[in-house]
């Protein structure tokens, strides 16, 4: 079994290089710039952070796409010429609608049939 460098186990060679350098000799001055650091950051909502996030060009292609969507659908939805009594299956060719359910001799016809 090979072992895989990302494993869950601590890496007692990384933390430490890792409290060298963020710590440093005087943890107290790293605490006290990690608190000034929070402290000046200005609140900002979840919509704030996913502007910063989107280009305008991207949204405005994701819009633009969200409402050609939306029309051909529309104009598919109203193009097809549907009886309202008829029953339409979103299932493959083969499949029969029925209203109540095939005796037993169909369903082993039907079984028996693809042998």
Do not use: C, K, Y
Not at 47 to 64: E, Q, T
Not at 94 to 104: C, E, G, N
């Amino acid at each position: 079994m090979t072992t895989s460098p990302f494993d869950n186990q601590r890496d007692e060679q990384l933390g430490r290089l890792l409290r060298e350098q963020l710590i440093g000799s005087a943890p107290e001055v790293f605490l006290r710039r990690l608190r000034r650091a929070v402290a000046e950051a200005e609140p900002r909502s979840e919509w704030d952070i996913l502007a910063g996030w989107a280009r305008p060009r991207v949204m405005a292609l994701a819009v633009a796409a969200g409402l050609l969507l939306w029309f051909g659908t529309w104009v598919a939805a109203g193009s097809s010429p549907r009886d309202p009594g008829v029953m339409v299956a979103s299932l493959p060719a083969h499949t029969v609608l029925s209203p109540q359910p095939p005796a037993v001799d169909e369903i082993m016809s039907a079984m028996m049939e693809r042998r």
